[in-house]
C-alpha cells in the first residue's frame, strides 16, 4: 500500500505529522511500500488531490479523515479532547488506519 503525507508551504505541523505518520504505520504493522511527502501549492492542485488542508493523511489515494470542506490550499485541524489541533492523536491515526475503507480492500478467502 502506497502512503502520502500532504502538506503546504511551511505547514508548522509537517514535520510532526511525518512523524506520527511514521509511528502509526510501524505501530499497525503496516506494509509500506511508499510514504512520501506531496507539497501542494496551488488551488489547482488542491482541487486535483481532493486536498482539504494540511497536513492530510492519504493510503492508497484516499483521505484517512474524510472531509466535507472544500479543497484549498489551507490549514487542517483534527478534534481531540482538548479542542482542535493541528494533527490527530496516534491514536486516532492508527483507527483511521484500521478503517472500514482498508477492510474492504481484503477479500476473504475463497473456500
Known amino acids: 500500500m502506497d502512503y502520502e503525507l500532504r502538506t503546504i508551504p511551511g505547514c508548522p505541523n509537517s514535520g510532526p505529522a511525518l512523524e506520527l505518520f511514521r509511528q502509526a504505520l510501524a505501530a499497525e504493522g503496516a506494509r509500506v511500500r511508499i510514504l512520501r511527502v506531496v507539497e501542494i501549492t496551488s488551488d489547482s492542485e488542491a482541487e486535483a488531490h481532493d486536498f482539504h488542508g494540511s497536513p492530510s493523511f492519504i493510503a492508497d489515494g484516499h483521505d484517512l479523515f474524510a472531509s466535507k470542506a472544500a479543497p484549498a490550499v489551507t490549514c487542517r485541524v483534527y ?21 472500514p475503507f482498508l477492510r474492504a480492500r481484503v477479500k476473504p478467502l475463497s473456500q
Open 79 to 99: 478534534p481531540s479532547s482538548t479542542g482542535l489541533v493541528g494533527i490527530p492523536s496516534l491514536e486516532d491515526l492508527r483507527t483511521a488506519l484500521r478503517g
